[in-house]
């Protein structure tokens, strides 16, 4: 209702953090190329097993000067798992405390969506290319009402025998079966490409990959360096594509990891490839006990803007997650996002606050850590919380609860009926026909 939405238009203004001036409009007008990287976790970095770096092309990019690369950046999904990033990172909003948005309020919700702001007011052109078919996590209708153009989903691409895995086509492929709908595309344009192969239980044949997996005992484990491996060969090969095509020029390519692929009960196994790269892990006591502090720091993802031709990049230590993206990424490209209910703030903006709220309510920041309800200091030990450090963890407690409760009631209650901001258009998802032979 009515007062609701004033409630959350209430605290949102409350909680906006304006842009950093030096750097807002840095990218405007330039294609924005959004990498997917399914299960892909931030350890996976500059990390070696069996003598092999993991992700040659991904570490290089991360560590480039025309990369703004965050090292802090960590993933806040639910049990909607890809389809809860995508919403972060489309909407500025978090995905459901339980199952999945894009499916339970996907198909009528009213969404004012990163497709829509671009196509609106930069003129962009938007699409998104993933190798499953149309209705998976509902997208064929989520789109719609997100505002996309265009979705090439399963049927765009021979999906046949070897040329799929797991959810559907190999990521090699799909970047390169693409390029034809691509390079028809009007620019400027803001498209998705949704990556799969790197996918629970990261099944990849040898003719794909004769990437040497360690031996921790858990099969996942093991061959998840695979197809890590396999899906950073997928990106450089694709970047090739964009240097010689010449696109590249007037592009931005911003890559993030989903969500873990690990889960907390597969981290005992994967500590154990830790000692073949100790400078790697230097959190990590060898031997300690495994905690949840230790489950959490797993959960950092990538967030990397590459930025081809710019020298002022570096790597960033600000704590922030998935919520953040969408004030960051518009900023950069020259839009003004304080009218927008976003719940994340600008990590390049002075005043974004480092408290990053996971969806259960655990949260993490550069001195402390609320994990299930126990606190931690900044090494992992646990705390007993007293005098000036209890009331900073309160008042982050407080930041966490009203940050995911306003999300929820704009969410759950479909807010955005009741509020369109100045100068923005209702989107009409009956504009768009994907010709994936649903309804
Ligand atoms: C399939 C894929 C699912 O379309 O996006 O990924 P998940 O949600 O299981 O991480
Ligand atoms: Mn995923």
């Known amino acids: 209702t009515k007062s609701q939405v004033t ?63 965050f090292s802090n950046f960590f993933h806040q999904v639910g049990q909607g798992k890809t389809s809860d990033a995508e919403n972060m990172l489309e909407t500025g909003t978090f995905g459901l405390p339980e199952g999945s948005l894009f499916s339970q309020l996907g198909s009528t919700q009213t969404f004012q969506s990163a497709p829509a702001i671009l196509e609106q007011k930069e003129h962009y052109t938007t699409a998104v290319f993933h190798g499953d078919v149309a209705s998976f996590w509902n997208r064929n209708n989520v789109y719609k009402n997100m505002g996309y153009q265009y979705f090439f989903s399963a049927q765009y691409y021979d999906t046949k025998g070897d040329n799929s895995i797991g959810y559907g086509l190999k990521d090699k492929l799909l970047f390169n079966d693409s390029v034809k709908y691509l390079e028809h595309l009007q620019q400027p344009f803001y498209v998705k490409y949704i990556t799969l192969t790197n996918h629970f239980p990261y099944d990849l044949t040898s003719e794909d990959s004769n990437f040497k997996t360690p031996n921790t005992g858990n099969d996942e484990v093991d061959n998840y360096f695979k197809t890590a491996n396999y899906l950073d060969q997928s990106v450089a090969e694709f970047f090739k594509f964009l240097k010689k095509s010449g696109l590249e020029k007037n592009s931005v390519i911003v890559l993030y990891g989903d969500h873990y692929g690990l889960s907390n009960s597969e981290n005992p196994y994967l500590s154990e490839t830790f000692s073949q790269d100790p400078s790697h ?75 990053v709220a996971f969806r259960n309510r655990s949260f993490v920041t550069p001195n402390y850590s609320d994990i299930n309800g126990k606190f931690y200091n900044a090494k992992g030990k646990i705390i007993k919380l007293k005098g000036n450090l209890k009331k900073k963890a309160t008042a982050s407690k407080k930041e966490v609860d009203q940050q995911l409760d306003n999300s929820d009631e704009l969410n759950q209650e479909n807010l955005l009926r009741f509020y369109t901001p100045k100068g923005f258009k209702k989107i009409e998802a009956s504009k768009y026909n994907y010709n994936d032979g649903l309804q």
Request: glycine share 10%.
């Open 7 to 69: 409630k959350v238009i209430e605290y949102v203004k409350k909680n906006y953090v304006k842009p950093n001036k030096k750097l807002f409009g840095l990218i405007k007008g330039k294609n924005v190329i959004i990498i997917h990287l399914e299960s892909f976790q931030q350890f996976l970095i500059d990390d070696k097993v069996e003598g092999q770096t993991v992700t040659p092309f991904l570490n290089k990019l991360y560590h480039s000067k025309s990369t703004i690369s």
């Open 281 to 355: 892990f230097k959190w990590y006591k060898e031997g300690s006990k495994w905690t949840n502090w230790d489950n959490a720091q797993l959960q950092r993802v990538p967030f990397m803007i590459s930025i081809p031709g710019y020298k002022g990049g570096g790597i960033n230590k600000t704590y922030g997650g998935e919520i953040d993206v969408l004030p960051t990424l518009l900023h950069l490209l020259g839009v003004n996002t304080s009218k927008y209910l976003e719940f994340g703030s600008d990590l390049l903006a002075s005043g974004h606050k480092q408290t």
